[in-house]
């Protein structure tokens, strides 16, 4: 069953790119020396070059001291995990394929190839778009937005789910929230054994959480004005039975 496509507005690939980047606590590092995962240990620069602080016994450091030109090649890779417990967490991976260069103690990396994969495929997202791109100006707070929403604000999001196409809600189980950027809500729908997604586009971008607090009024507001689904209605009752 299609998920309603309706309302699409979302950010463009170079955004998203740099929301995960963004957003993203740890990253997993490919190079000659292996793999090896690191955890708060990179900072990110405003044209997207990525910083990594590495122990001084990291096979990936020791590469870098051992290459001909101190600049080994590898591969960086970034997760993208709903905040909100949802069927198949991870919403994006972000892979960065480049060049580490040594700047004192830490090292930087310089991206050659930057390739975002979403549930509707992979995207090769342009260098420039990526490094002129900003990150969501609400990336960094989402993982708080939506886990109040879905711990505290259950009703709200039951209430908006009369602005989805009935179609979409058809064997509906559960329905949770699971991104939220400036352009709109997305809430995953679960079904017995499927899920889809459908979003929920705001008026206006909003840019500050204030203004998103406002977008969400405006959302309710609308929802309160329609009528509960009769999918879910039907799974109510039959949840009171």
Not at 118 to 133: C, K, N, P
Not at 201 to 230: G, I, K, N, Y
Request: proline share 5%; with cysteine; glycine share 6%.
């Amino acid at each position: 069953m299609g998920d309603s496509k309706t309302l699409t507005a979302a950010p463009a690939a170079a955004e998203r790119a740099r929301s995960v980047l963004a957003a993203a606590w740890s990253c997993a590092v490919t190079a000659d020396g292996g793999r090896e995962e690191f955890v708060g240990a990179h900072t990110v620069g405003e044209d997207g070059r990525v910083v990594l602080d590495v122990p001084a016994d990291s096979m990936l450091l020791a590469a870098a001291v051992c290459a001909p030109r101190g600049e080994p090649s590898a591969v960086l890779e970034f997760a993208d995990v709903s905040p909100v417990p949802v069927r198949n967490r991870i919403r994006a991976r972000l892979w960065m394929a480049g060049w580490f260069s040594v700047e004192g103690e830490r090292l930087a990396f310089r991206p050659t190839r930057v390739v975002l994969r979403q549930t509707s495929g992979a995207t090769v997202v342009d260098l420039d778009e990526f490094a002129s791109a900003a990150p969501d100006p609400l990336s960094t707070a989402e993982a708080g937005l939506l886990t109040h929403l879905a711990d505290c604000h259950g009703d709200a999001v039951e209430r908006l789910t009369r602005l989805v196409d009935p179609d979409s809600l058809h064997g509906a189980v559960k329905v949770q929230p699971v991104a939220v950027d400036r352009h709109g809500l997305t809430l995953r729908i679960e079904r017995a054994r499927t899920h889809g997604d459908v979003r929920l586009t705001f008026h206006q971008p909003a840019d500050t959480v204030s203004q998103l607090t406002e977008r969400m009024h405006m959302l309710l507001t609308r929802a309160s004005a329609a009528s509960c689904p009769r999918a879910l209605q039907r799974q109510r009752t039959d949840d009171d039975g």
